[in-house]
């Protein structure tokens, strides 16, 4: 089965730390560049972050840029965001995405082929 499976979410608090992994089963994540995105309650789901087949360039939504860091180890098939210094404002549902370009479009979600079923993440004091 081709999926992806993300893990890593929980309650924090403010100025806290998360890491969030993003493995794939089925399909070599070597192939595709590998987005996150955030949907919270009510707004529509938004780019945190993406980084390019190669590796070689990285994106960041301007809310996560000097907080959040995305890598990846294709040797493991994972994808990863470690994501410090968390606000409130930073709470929501994280899903990865994988789409066979050797680019982002960030913060565009079209054109990816694979979905995670989402982690939850609340940052609340």
């Known amino acids: 089965q081709l999926q992806l499976v993300e893990s890593g979410g929980g309650f924090v608090r403010p100025g806290e730390s998360l890491r969030l992994s993003c493995v794939a089963s089925?399909?070599?994540?070597?192939?595709?560049?590998v987005g996150w995105f955030r949907e919270a309650p009510g707004q529509e789901r938004q780019g945190v972050s993406c980084?390019?087949?190669?590796?070689?360039?990285?994106n960041y939504a301007a809310s996560a840029v000097g907080r959040f860091t995305i890598s990846r180890d294709n040797a493991k098939n994972t994808v990863t965001l470690q994501m410090n210094n968390l606000r409130p404002g930073d709470t929501g549902k994280y899903y990865c995405?994988?789409?066979?370009?050797?680019?982002?479009?960030?913060?565009?979600?079209?054109?990816?082929?694979?979905w995670g079923q989402g982690t939850q993440v609340t940052v609340s004091s």
């Open positions: 980084i390019t087949l190669s590796g070689a360039s990285r």
């Open positions: 089925g399909f070599s994540l070597e192939n595709y560049s």
């Open positions: 995405a994988a789409r066979p370009s050797t680019v982002c479009f960030f913060p565009s979600r079209e054109g990816y082929d694979y």
